[in-house]
């Protein structure tokens, strides 16, 4: 059985300039674990919806889940903590969402 991995870079030096595309806070935690969790959270949405690229979800333009999201985050509270995460597409509400 195949083995899905993904590639997340450190987030030492804002790699790809996601800071400027999403956490610009990590509310609860450092900066460089918010973007931490957004590689994190982005690579384990499209390895459960398309865990080998295109033979899975993606819209008609060859857009994954969380591509589809990539600019679009929101503080979410998880026990004590809060968190800047990517949101994600959603084809029941048919927008991203967290």
């Known amino acids: ?11 030492q030096g804002d ?10 806070t990590g509310g ?7 973007v931490l969790q957004s590689f994190a959270m ?3 949405v499209e390895a459960m919806s398309d865990p ?3 033979s899975g979800w993606a819209d008609p333009y ?4 969380a591509d589809k999201c990539e600019s679009y985050f929101a ?14 597409w959603s084809n029941a509400e048919h927008r991203c969402v967290r």
């Open 15 to 24: 790699p790809g300039r996601c800071l400027l595309l999403g956490p610009r």
């Open 62 to 65: 060859s857009e994954e889940a």
């Open 75 to 88: 503080f979410t509270r998880v026990g004590d903590g809060t968190f800047w995460l990517q949101s994600v």
């Open 28 to 34: 609860s935690v450092s900066t460089a674990t918010a």
């Open 1 to 11: 059985m195949p083995i899905a991995v993904a590639l997340v870079p450190n987030p």
């Open 52 to 54: 080998f690229p295109y």
């Open 42 to 44: 982005h690579e384990i």
